[in-house]
């Protein structure tokens, strides 16, 4: 059994890359897995000040909000997924500040098995160009493995992923973790 985070930037309750994640979730559970899916669309996580306390403070960052939990969450997790919608070419302002208040940890990001899932209206063109922050992001961490990506493409309205087949492709991708 492994513990799994996933994070979820996606602002809208029944959005596509929401749709995915939940379905992710069950494919895990239904294996065994111990599962944490977090919106931080429902979090309070303030921007990255860049004043550098948590540098001086063993990890511990100036702002006390809900990202303190999710810097315990991501430590006890073997398996993090990050999921985004794309605007603009690229990641959600959620999915970039989560990544930005990573930085008291960022010299430890410890051991991770890594899953992509990437809604975007447009084409994989789109996606693929708008990815860097993740990327950037998993490259700091330690040792990491990405072991799968969904980029569900050409779904713009919220929910449409509902009629494709990669619903399907993010719970099989659960179940194989």
């Known amino acids: 059994m492994k513990k799994v985070l996933i994070i979820s930037g996606s602002p809208r ?8 994640c939940e379905a992710f979730k069950k494919g895990a559970e239904e294996q065994g897995n111990s599962v944490e899916l977090v919106r931080l669309a429902e979090k309070k996580i ?16 100036v702002q006390k909000d809900d990202m303190s939990d999710l810097l315990e ?43 992509y899932i990437v809604s975007a209206g447009l084409g994989e063109d789109i996606v693929k160009r708008s990815i860097g922050d993740l ?31 990669f619903l399907d492709d993010a719970y099989q991708m659960g179940r194989h973790i």
């Not at 990327?135 to 509902?162: P, Q």
């Open 73 to 115: 969450a991501y430590k006890k997790a073997d398996v993090l997924v990050l999921a985004t919608p794309v605007y603009f070419y690229g990641i959600c302002a959620q999915m970039k500040t989560f990544i930005d208040r990573m930085y008291p940890i960022w010299q430890h990001l410890g051991e991770k098995e890594v899953y």
């Open 13 to 20: 309750k029944k959005g596509n890359s929401q749709r995915l």
């Open 135 to 165: 990327d950037g992001f998993v490259e700091h961490i330690e040792k990491y493995e990405i072991k799968g990506r969904i980029y569900a493409t050409n779904i713009m309205e919220a929910g449409k992923v509902c009629e494709t087949p």
């Open 46 to 61: 303030g921007y990255c000040k860049a004043c550098d306390y948590c540098m001086k403070n063993n990890g511990t960052c």
